[in-house]
């Protein structure tokens, strides 16, 4: 570590980890705090997923799917909704795309496989701490696809005394753009020339002027304006 400010922030990001594998638990747990990071809680099955994340309050939470009691989309689901800045990091097995679709629909931030390296599984956290989607090779345009298809749906009819979607400024367009095209904030910063914080400010401000909860539900409404395109 060099000990600068950047450090030092990430060393305080609060991590849980629930799986229902013990000694896989404990191992991913190990390799996290070794890295760095603060883990906070861990758990072996969805109820206790639930409990212990309202007790502990983590700002990543490493999630298998695969859960006794209660399965990890139902746990992303109530998390999520109760704390939308909770980032979700799924850590499965399974790389069907129905549970990698399941998934970033009730709220996950990304998908990793467990056949990734501790090296891909530390970046991935810090990633996902910042806001960045993180998904194995391949998972990403799945994602992307889905939501250009959900898009393509046609709407429901807008109410007549529905109110117009707010203004953004035209760096906000910019960044919700590149946010829409599966740019992470490190790239759309260096595209922009501006900092990662700004980018991320970027995208808090447009997340609050359009009532929207994650970084999700900002690329599919980017996709339903056709934003990713252009």
Known sequence: MTGDVTEARRDSTRIMVVDDHPMWRDAVARDLAEAGFDVVATAGDGEQAVRRARAAVPDVLVLDLNLPVKPGVQVCKELVGADPALRVLVLSASGEHADVLEAVKSGATGYLLKSASTEELIDAVRRTAVGDPVFTPGLAGLVLGEYRRLASEPAPAADADEPKAPRLTDRETEVLRLVAKGLSYKQIAERLVIS???????????????????????????IERGLDGE
């Not at 995208?203 to 539900?217: A, F, M, S, Y």
Request: aromatic content about 4%; glycine content about 4%.
């Open 196 to 222: 990662h914080r700004t980018v991320q400010n970027h995208v808090q401000n447009t997340l609050g002027k359009l009532q929207l909860h994650n970084r999700v539900e900002l690329v599919r409404y980017a």
